[in-house]
């Protein structure tokens, strides 16, 4: 950083800033937020071993509000502190602050030479919790969303919610160095998400959505729900939960800072599932070779890297649309997708040309998009890793280590029992426990789908799952819709897998 050597009277001292005689910069400053109180963290410089010495004398911590301070009587002083590092690796508190205002923080530092040095500033970031209220009703336009906290004054649909969740979409290699693996990125921006921007969707890494971490609460009175995400950490030791996020088990979580959510429906490339565009999705596997040939891409043993899509990132994507539409119609609300009467799965690429990040239409014969996914709901069920009934209809799931077959020992872990089945089965109400979360768990007899939540959901026993819907599943396709249904052998045409990054 190029600094002008200027002069400052001080408290009846003169001083210069910058120049001979000044100590190295301050470095590391950091700045957390949470509620109205932002935390400061820096370092501070060494002494210099010049005659005479160059020896620290304290430091200033100076806050503005809208730009940088320029020096340290450029607006507040927040704290004097003459002990070297003092803040290192205890934070100050700085209280009492307005929410949502750009605060700017700078360190200078004052040598026995009077002379003074700075280093780079640090802006608030604030935490945002958005809340949504609906009531579960027989008609979905009755859901009537009411939203909260820092989503007050919002409207369903608008792209603030899309601006919240951060998401962007990159190429992800198989490289072995985590560092290494994101070689392009292309940020969300105005309510678009040009995925063309990202060269050659052939062939190559394969093409993904990264969605940074947000935690997430349900809770549910009566037929009332209300659901909040969170980018604040702190709000974990509230009930929120981040397994979409977490790998390991649910008693250790290890929890990344994103997950990585592939846009096009799987392919087989040489029996390893890649995320392209262009390509016809492939069926007729099973569940073990699903995830054998996700595994492939980096060879992981179900701990960490590539794996096929979990009950909780597709749980989380769901919440996401839920708090930005506040209606569990998608079909109305996004796009009806590739679902009437359609012979054969269809290639993937129809949404690149559509620059909106969620795109849709109406007539049943072309894809879809959400938050930059294709085919979210529709072309061919995707199965749903980590996720199992046993004989009596109890939910198992798990973080890591998803099988191929019905189980129900460590890791998975029982989440509750959920049995709903009608001869058509529109789901009525959902599970909002941690565990199971928009898991169906009542149905009621509707050929139509438009009641409720307007999806199907069925639940069987012994049973694999798969979510989205498929080419001819009509009004029965969309976010919500979940079928425990498959067996371990089961290789239908009409059922492929979603690959992820975790």
């Not at 809340?131 to 409207?155: I, R």
């Not at 909780?312 to 708090?323: E, G, T």
């Not at 019905?406 to 089965?425: D, E, F, H, L, R």
Request: negative net charge; contains cysteine; glycine residues 8%.
């Amino acid at each position: 950083m190029t600094k002008t050597i200027t002069k400052l009277h001080f408290n009846g001292v003169d001083y210069n800033i910058g120049g001979a005689g000044a100590l190295a910069e301050p470095t590391n400053i950091a700045v957390t937020t949470s509620g109205t109180t932002a935390t400061i963290t820096w370092t501070d410089p060494d002494d210099l071993r010049t005659i005479p010495p160059t020896s620290f004398s304290k430091s200033v911590l100076v806050r503005k509000v809208g730009s940088e301070p320029t020096s340290p009587t450029d607006w507040t002083v927040v704290v004097e502190e003459p002990v070297r590092d003092t803040y290192k690796t205890t934070w100050y508190a700085d209280t009492a602050l307005t929410k949502g205002t750009d605060y700017y923080y700078r360190v200078f530092t004052y040598a026995t030479t009077w002379v003074i040095s700075y280093g780079d500033s640090a802006k608030t970031v604030w935490s945002r919790t958005f809340t949504v209220t609906f009531t579960e009703t027989s008609s979905p336009s009755w859901f009537s969303p009411v939203y909260s906290d820092d989503a007050t004054g919002l409207t369903a649909g608008s792209t603030d919610f899309d601006e919240f969740f951060n998401y962007s979409a990159v190429r992800l290699s198989t490289a072995w160095v985590e560092t290494a693996r994101i070689t392009q990125t292309q940020s969300w921006w105005n309510g678009q998400l040009d995925i063309t921007q990202l060269w050659d969707l052939t062939t190559g890494d394969n093409v993904m959505i990264k969605f940074p971490i947000h935690w997430i609460k349900m809770t549910k009175s009566g037929s009332t729900v209300t659901l909040s995400i969170t980018d604040d950490p702190d709000k974990a030791s509230d009930g929120y939960q981040y397994y979409a996020h977490s790998r390991w088990t649910f008693s250790s979580p290890v929890i990344k800072d994103a997950f990585y959510m592939w846009v096009y429906e799987w392919f087989n490339s040489g029996n390893v599932l890649k995320s392209r565009s262009g390509q016809t999705p492939t069926g007729n596997q099973t569940q073990a070779t699903f995830i054998s040939y996700a595994r492939a891409n980096d060879g992981n043993s179900g701990d960490t890297g590539y794996e096929i899509c979990g009950r909780y990132q597709r749980q989380y994507i769901n919440a996401l649309y839920m708090m930005k539409y506040g209606n569990p119609d998608s079909q109305t609300e996004v796009g009806r997708g590739f679902v009437d009467w359609n012979s054969a799965a269809t290639t993937t690429w129809w949404t690149n040309s559509q620059l909106n990040a969620t795109y849709g239409e109406s007539t049943g014969k072309y894809s879809m998009k959400l938050f930059g996914i294709e085919d979210w709901w529709w072309n061919v069920n995707d199965r749903v890793g980590g996720t199992c009934t046993d004989w009596n209809k109890n939910l198992y799931t798990t973080l890591s280590g998803f099988t191929w077959d019905i189980t129900t020992s460590s890791p998975y872990v029982s989440q509750g029992t959920y049995a709903p089945w009608t001869t058509s089965p529109c789901i009525s109400a959902i599970a909002w426990t941690n565990g199971a979360m928009f898991y169906p768990s009542a149905t009621v007899n509707n050929s139509s789908y438009n009641t409720y939540w307007c999806d199907g959901g069925y639940v069987g026993a012994s049973r694999l799952a798969y979510a989205g819907g498929y080419r001819n599943d009509g009004a029965i396709a969309g976010a919500f819709h979940l079928d425990v249904y498959l067996s371990a052998s089961n290789a239908s045409a009409i059922s492929g897998a979603r690959l992820m990054f975790l």
